[in-house]
């Protein structure tokens, strides 16, 4: 079992910068591949970013490509969302997850979740 524990979250002018953390518990993280999603109430949750378990392959959504980063350090069983240039669409709840596929890219292929953390970008 893998427990993730998502923060970073807040509210940020449009614009703005945040970067969330996600710190993993319960096993070690080196051998998974992990992502971030997001969900706005009333509507299902999407893909943002993904990164492969050897940390080789990234794979972006359309929306968030050449803004988003996402990085990981496996000696802190820990994976990271760098977000730039937020804009008031990007404002949702903000999900870490893993899986055992080479790389996650669906809800599908991820067998572990967080709780989530907000993210507001106000205009």
């Known amino acids: 079992q893998v427990q993730l524990v998502e923060s970073g979250g807040g509210l940020v002018q449009a614009g703005g910068s945040l970067r969330l953390s996600c710190t993993a518990s319960g096993r070690s993280i080196k051998d998974q591949a992990m992502a971030w999603f997001r969900q706005v109430p009333g509507k299902e949750r999407d893909f943002v970013a993904a990164?492969?378990?050897?940390?080789?392959?990234?794979h972006y959504a359309d929306s968030v490509k050449g803004r988003f980063a996402i990085s990981r350090d496996n000696a802190k069983n820990s994976v990271y969302l760098e977000m730039n240039s937020l804009k008031p669409e990007d404002t949702a709840i903000y999900y870490c997850?893993?899986?055992?596929?080479?790389?996650?890219?669906?809800?599908?292929?991820?067998?572990?979740w967080g709780q989530g953390t907000q993210v507001t970008v106000s205009p």
């Open positions: 997850a893993a899986g055992t596929a080479i790389i996650a890219t669906t809800r599908g292929e991820c067998d572990y």
């Open positions: 990164m492969s378990w050897s940390g080789g392959t990234t």
